[in-house]
């Protein structure tokens, strides 16, 4: 931690350090996985990202023009969560609240990837829901601003992909709130016109996105259930 915060304060034409000490630290992360934890201890990963947390802070707002930097600032917050996984809960809403302030300073898809990273580890636990949609509503009101023109599709396509892809991974953990929020018609207004793109991969993460939005209102007759009822409805009147 000390390595990486004298590299994060030094000159920026010293980055390539910085990207060396956090592709070190995302390793370390990555391959720790202890066998068991008993009560009142911590998982060792929270334990390393609770210590270099105003470290990454530091670094997400002194190069968060360097995109490649922050691929490898969100890959390592994309191991510590998968090697936490629920252990990660106490960070959860830091991690979030980074992640939207990030992307509202300067909007790289990294950001949106690490957000769908937080639903796959948290989405299937209801307590943490409130704070997964308030993410997704911070997130889109970020890419509805960025996205208002097809020219500003047409620049951004990797956006659109990592955007609908986002949507789509919510749907699949946990759709009630986006399929009860007005928010999902916008959400199906931008992908019509992200359809309009000459690009193979937002093409793919906008109609990964209606897929999901269409399966969670039709679903099979074996899986057919009350929510899933509810769930149709509101499909139906978006």
Not at 44 to 62: G, K, N, S
Not at 78 to 86: E, F, G, T, W, Y
Not at 123 to 144: A, C, H, K, T
Not at 192 to 216: D, M, N, P, T, Y
Request: hydrophobic fraction near 40%; aromatic fraction near 10%; include cysteine.
């Amino acid at each position: 931690a000390q390595q990486l915060a004298t590299y994060a304060s030094a000159p920026e034409e010293n980055v390539k350090l910085v990207v060396a000490e956090l592709e070190r630290l995302t390793t370390i992360v990555r391959y720790i996985h202890p066998h068991q934890l008993t009560n009142g201890h911590t998982h060792p990963v929270l334990d390393v990202m609770q210590q270099v947390w105003p470290v990454l802070e530091a670094i997400a707002e002194r190069f968060r023009s360097n995109p490649n930097l922050m691929e490898k600032l969100c890959r390592c917050y994309k191991h510590a969560m998968r090697s936490c996984n629920v252990h990660f809960a106490p960070m959860l809403p830091k991690m979030i609240a980074h992640l939207v302030q990030s992307f509202s300073k300067a909007p790289h898809c990294s950001f949106l990837y690490a957000g769908s990273i937080c639903i796959t580890e948290f989405g299937n636990v209801r307590e943490y829901v409130p704070v997964l949609f308030d993410m997704i509503q911070n997130f889109s009101g970020i890419v509805f601003q960025n996205l208002q023109s097809i020219e500003q599709f047409t620049a951004n396509p990797d956006m659109v992909e990592e955007y609908f892809y986002l949507v789509a991974r919510f749907i699949s953990y946990c759709p009630d709130p986006l399929l009860q929020s007005p928010m999902l018609a916008s959400v199906l207004q931008c992908g019509v016109i992200g359809l309009r793109l000459e690009h193979r991969e937002a093409h793919q993460g906008v109609l990964h996105c209606f897929e999901k939005v269409i399966s969670a209102g039709d679903p099979t007759p074996d899986g057919w259930t009350p929510q899933l009822a509810e769930q149709r409805e509101l499909v139906r009147q978006v």
